[in-house]
Nanobody, 118 residues
Framework: QVQLVESGGGLVQTGGSLRLSCAASGSIFSINTMAWYRQAPGKRRELVAAITSIGTSNYADSVAGRFTISRDSAKNPVYVYLQMNSLKPEDTGVYYC??????????WGKGTPVTVSS
């Protein structure tokens, strides 16, 4: 079992920045890829960024160049961060942390809301 707790969301103006954090505890040795997803009101949950256990990252086209995902696996809990810069109103949504532990075992946090005002 892996427990994920997100933090760092809030209200920010267009062009502003936020840093989201996700703390992973429990069976952290089993975690492979960690990722951030978001879900805007009335829309499906979508992948924002992901990072593997060796630090390889990938981003949705809509956030590439503005968001940076990072991971600190030396700590317990393991932390994954999402630095969000140049925020736009379309970045508004609930941001979820996900841990992929292989064999179809995925864990999700409860999410942290981000609102970008125009």
């Amino acid at each position: 079992q892996v427990q994920l707790v997100e933090s760092g969301g809030g209200l920010v103006q267009t062009g502003g920045s936020l840093r989201l954090s996700c703390a992973a505890s429990g069976s952290i040795f089993s975690i492979n890829t960690m990722a951030w997803y978001r879900q805007a009101p009335g829309k499906r949950r979508e992948l924002v960024a992901a990072i593997t256990s060796i630090g390889t990252s990938n981003y949705a086209d809509s956030v590439a160049g503005r968001f940076t995902i990072s991971r600190d696996s030396a700590k317990n809990p393991v932390y994954v961060y999402l630095q969000m810069n140049s925020l736009k109103p379309e970045d508004t949504g609930v941001y979820y942390c996900k841990a992929d532990c292989g064999y179809g075992m995925n864990y999700w946090g409860k999410g942290t809301p981000v609102t970008v005002s125009s």
